[in-house]
């Protein structure tokens, strides 16, 4: 019985585990985007001073902090979902990405500054290692799934697609040779 609902339950895991690793990912990779942009604007002084601030106040008050800055994007949010309910589609996913990219963007950038404080906090650290965990289970869970695919596309396996993918890739090529 246990088997069987691990089994069951599998495919909405892995659905998780890619979910969770898509938000990992854009953390990682809009991190140095927001960087970028700091180096571009003055905002690497603001986030000196930020930092100098944060410095200052308790674990319990730089949790303020961290979450305040996020708070003013959720009404974004609520227009793209609105936006969504009156079927203006392009619109509405624009917003939900926007609202989205600027949100990790901001909590990277806000996270980044208020690390080391909150992670003084022990019900902090506990929760900062258990997503660490997740995450790092979640890789482990999607890497043979996303190896297949990736083997399937380069045509590097023994399936029915890779051999079809190879099959085309030489009619591809002797297209191109024949011209």
């Known amino acids: 019985m246990r ?14 585990a890619i979910i969770f690793l898509i ?29 100098d601030r944060v ?20 009404p974004l949010k609520l227009v793209g979902l609105w936006l969504l309910t009156h079927e203006y589609w392009l619109s509405a996913i624009t917003m939900i990405l926007f609202a989205k990219l600027l949100g990790v963007g901001v909590t990277a950038f806000i996270f980044d500054v208020t690390r080391p404080k909150l992670l003084e906090m022990r019900w902090f650290k506990a929760l900062y290692q258990f997503v660490m965990s997740l995450r790092a289970r979640a890789a482990e869970l999607v890497d043979p799934i996303k190896r297949r695919i990736l083997e399937t596309l380069r045509g590097d396996g023994g399936g029915w697609s890779s051999r079809m ?5 030489r009619f591809r090529k002797s297209v191109h040779q024949a011209r």
């Open 3 to 16: 088997f069987m609902l691990r089994r069951l339950l599998q495919p909405l895991w892995v659905l998780l």
């Open 23 to 51: 938000e990992a990912w854009l953390w990682d990779h809009l991190e140095p985007i927001v960087a970028r942009a700091v180096a571009l604007i003055p905002l690497r002084r603001f986030k000196q001073w930020l930092a």
């Open 55 to 74: 410095d200052t106040l308790s674990p319990a008050m730089t949790l303020i902090v961290f979450v305040v800055p996020v708070l003013p994007l959720f």
């Open 165 to 169: 993918l190879r099959l085309i890739a």
